[in-house]
């Protein structure tokens, strides 16, 4: 219970360095936390200028751990990403040139932008912490977490990433406009001379190292789970194949990684068990990226968050 208490305090540590450059959106901050202590990967989705890039660099630097950040776009080649092998004249041999997807961080900015064959440069990286370089593997840096953003898909000149690709994300976090209050605090720091560009000014300290990540990935084999809590995901994820309004459900690997990101919700806040609860926050930012709505689901203007709400509802939570 001692590690599990000091990775909460670790943790609130984190937020509160963070939050003194970014305005809001904590429950992306703690996203970012959850993908990065279990080893997953998040998607952020929303509308330019929502801090999305700035949360990503701030968490980076707070960490103290490297960080790459990728601007996708239609020209863009998987050799961009995952780097090649380069001739040297002098020495007669080739020489790896490593990409940016080398980092602890990698920020895939605008994934969307650009074709799905750029887009694929990313998916061994993120299933198997490695890529491949004419034949050769190549082990990423741990700990290791790509952050992709995207502009919501109805915007034009983009590339829908493929199911395949959205799979490999743990959590897909949908970013909406800062309240009142938040906005009036954004133009405030604006108006004193805060540059988003310049993190050294916010005056954030480094809080905990990439080894404090690992540490906690390894406490949460300390988080139980109840039978009754597992048997409660597992219904969720079995619902959403059920529903009416779903084309294809949820599926095994989306269970694992709802039930993965619950722990380490109950990690977050303190506790080495999991309860129904930490399930529920979980559930959207696991799920509403691996269900396929029905076309005329669609049209009517029915969207993934609204489905689960429904899913969630119709699954007895266990007492």
Not at 83 to 109: Q, S
Not at 181 to 192: C, D, G, M, T
Not at 276 to 291: E, T
């Amino acid at each position: 219970m001692a590690e599990v208490s000091a990775f909460a305090r670790v943790a609130e540590a984190v937020r509160a360095e963070v939050r003194k450059a970014v305005v809001g959106q904590d429950e992306a901050v703690d996203s970012l936390l959850i993908g990065l202590v279990t080893g997953g990967h998040v998607l952020l989705e929303g509308v330019p200028g929502t801090a999305k890039t700035l949360m990503a660099r701030s968490l980076a630097w707070v960490l103290d751990v490297s960080f790459k950040r990728i601007q996708f776009s239609p020209d863009l080649m998987p050799a961009d990403v995952v780097g090649t092998n380069i001739y040297d004249a002098e020495k007669r041999t080739f020489e790896l040139r490593r990409g940016p997807v080398f980092a602890n961080l990698v920020l895939a900015d605008e994934i969307n932008r650009t074709p799905p064959k750029t887009q694929s440069a990313l998916l061994e990286a993120m299933q198997e912490g490695q890529v491949t370089i004419d034949g050769v593997g190549h082990a990423l840096p741990q700990p290791f977490m790509v952050v992709a953003t995207q502009n919501p898909v109805e915007y034009e000149g983009t590339y829908p990433l493929p199911e395949a690709q959205l799979d490999r994300f743990q959590q897909k976090v949908v970013l909406d406009y800062p309240d009142a209050a938040e906005e009036a605090e954004i133009l405030r720091r604006h108006v004193s001379g805060l540059e988003m560009t310049d993190l050294a000014r916010f005056g954030m300290t480094h809080v905990a190292t990439g080894a404090d990540v690992l540490a906690a990935r390894e406490s949460l084999a300390l988080v139980t789970v109840d039978e009754g809590v597992s048997g409660y995901v597992a219904g969720i994820v079995r619902a959403t194949r059920d529903n009416a309004s779903v084309v294809l459900g949820a599926s095994p690997r989306a269970g694992v990684s709802l039930l993965v990101a619950s722990k380490a919700h109950a990690l977050l806040g303190g506790r080495d068990f999991v309860t129904p609860d930490d399930v529920k926050a979980m559930a959207p930012r696991c799920l509403r990226h691996r269900v396929l709505l029905r076309p005329e689901v669609e049209i009517e203007g029915v969207g993934a968050d609204s489905v689960l709400r429904d899913v969630l509802d119709s699954v007895s939570v266990p007492r």
